[in-house]
């Protein structure tokens, strides 16, 4: 029940509406260049877990290989350093008052999903491939 409600906070004060629109729009505009939409296809895991991330967690699916970690150096050097950037200033503004705190983490979590978005997976945390899936180290 709590996480329903931060969610429902997350939608209305924390810019959970406004950072899926603009990763929708990202998505579109990936999908409409036809060369990007794998970076749609991860613009549209963003809104997803932007839109939502009480209660879930980003974990490394275990199929991604190195066409994923090509694409995430691309994405780091084109998108994903700002947007990373942006989510840790909007953390930090938020994590000024006691109210904006859980605001705050659920922007840090963003953090690594915006900087190396492609070969991941959200799964809800309750779910056993959370609890057993560990993070792979990549050579970038």
């Known amino acids: 029940m709590i996480r329903f409600i931060l969610n429902v906070l997350w939608l209305i004060f924390g810019s959970g509406i406004v950072l899926a629109l603009v990763y929708g729009l990202a998505a579109l505009i990936c999908f409409a260049l036809i060369v990007t939409i794998p970076f749609g296809i ?5 809104a997803n ?3 939502w991330p009480f ?3 980003l974990i490394t699916r275990p199929t991604s290989g190195v066409a994923s970690d090509v694409g995430n150096v691309i994405w780091a050097i084109v998108a994903g350093w700002w947007l990373a950037l942006t989510h840790i200033v909007q953390g930090i ?3 000024l008052t006691i109210i904006g705190i859980p605001f705050g983490i659920a922007n840090f979590k963003l953090v690594p999903a915006a900087f190396w978005p492609l070969g991941k997976e959200i799964v809800e945390i309750d779910d056993p491939a959370a609890a057993w899936t560990t993070p792979r180290v990549s050579a970038a």
């Open 42 to 46: 991860a613009a549209l895991r963003l």
């Open 49 to 51: 877990y932007s839109l």
């Open 55 to 57: 209660g879930r967690t």
């Open 93 to 95: 503004a938020q994590c």
